[in-house]
């Protein structure tokens, strides 16, 4: 780890002197969250989780267990992109009006309970992709970015975050419902469920075979779905034979239409668009 990353992100984090950190559950907002709890007095921390269809009822529980873990509050948000024309259409820039429906019902609530800020769990390497159009919003909404701005990446928040046994420090990026769905294919309530029950039902079968997946997705394509799994769990899969048709013939099942296969997980910043 490299030295002095945890005291640059308390410092900073300490001169905002309230705030309202968007949750997730995820490494990122974890390590913001636990930082504001370390830096700041009792009553001025909030962490709170926008709840609406694509988030996976899976990651909410888990949410709640470690805000209660590090001993912070927790707002369960409601929130409704799918009202929102251009989040349904999913033309390429959902994320841009997920995160501006997000970040200013975030906001509204900070304001309400005296929070002079709303922070984000982005960090340095996230303005190094090529194609972020949620961190638009949240430049719009002058949203603060403490492992941004302390210059922390990917790296150096896995390494504070086990530094600091925080128990989400090896956990895998868990993106909303509807990143699986294909850029041009609306998004809709059916289809994130159908997503959540799919992604349920394949770590399932490859449980029962013997195979722990890291990484796990179900991409609905449009004419097609496809599963994909990190390079260990695929290799097992192949290992088994008739495994990969059994989950695809089980998706089939619950209603995934056309053609389906296992495949290669591949992280955003590898992975052509969906």
């Known amino acids: 780890m ?7 992100l308390l410092d900073g984090v300490r001169a905002l002197g309230s705030v309202a950190v968007a949750f997730s559950g995820g490494v990122d907002s974890a390590l913001v969250l636990a930082a504001a709890v370390r830096a700041l007095p009792a009553g001025r921390v909030l962490a709170a989780i926008a709840d609406s269809p694509s988030l ?12 209660a873990g590090l001993g912070a509050e927790l707002a369960e948000v409601p929130v409704a992109e799918l009202a929102v024309p251009g ?15 997000v970040l200013t019902a975030i906001g509204e609530l900070a304001h309400r309970r005296g929070f002079a800020h709303v922070a984000t769990g982005t960090h340095a390497d996230d303005h190094r992709a090529l194609h972020r159009p949620g961190l638009r919003a949240a430049r719009e909404l002058r949203v603060v970015e403490p492992l941004a701005e302390a210059g922390l990446g990917k790296g150096d928040v896995r390494a ?15 993106p909303c419902l509807a990143s699986r769905i294909r850029v041009g ?11 959540e029950r799919a992604e349920i039902a394949v770590g399932a079968r490859l449980a029962e075979a013997g195979v722990r997946a890291r990484d796990l997705r179900v991409r609905l394509l449009g004419r097609g779905f496809r599963v994909e ?8 899969v192949e290992a088994r034979p008739g495994l990969a048709a059994a989950v695809v013939a089980e998706l089939g099942g619950l209603g995934l239409a056309g053609r389906g296969a296992v495949s290669a997980y591949r992280p955003p910043a590898l992975a052509p668009p969906l």
Request: include cysteine; proline fraction near 7%.
């Open 2 to 8: 490299r030295p002095g990353i945890g005291d640059r």
């Open 56 to 67: 996976p009822r899976a990651e909410l529980v888990a949410a709640r267990e470690i805000a």
């Open 87 to 101: 989040y349904r259409d999913n033309a390429g820039d959902r994320c841009y009006f997920c995160k501006q429906t």
């Open 160 to 174: 504070l975050a086990a530094a600091w046994s925080l128990s989400v420090a090896d956990k895998p990026s868990a």
């Open 185 to 195: 294919v609306p998004v809709s309530v059916e289809r994130l469920g159908l997503v």
């Open 229 to 236: 799994v990190d390079g260990p769990a695929l290799a097992a």
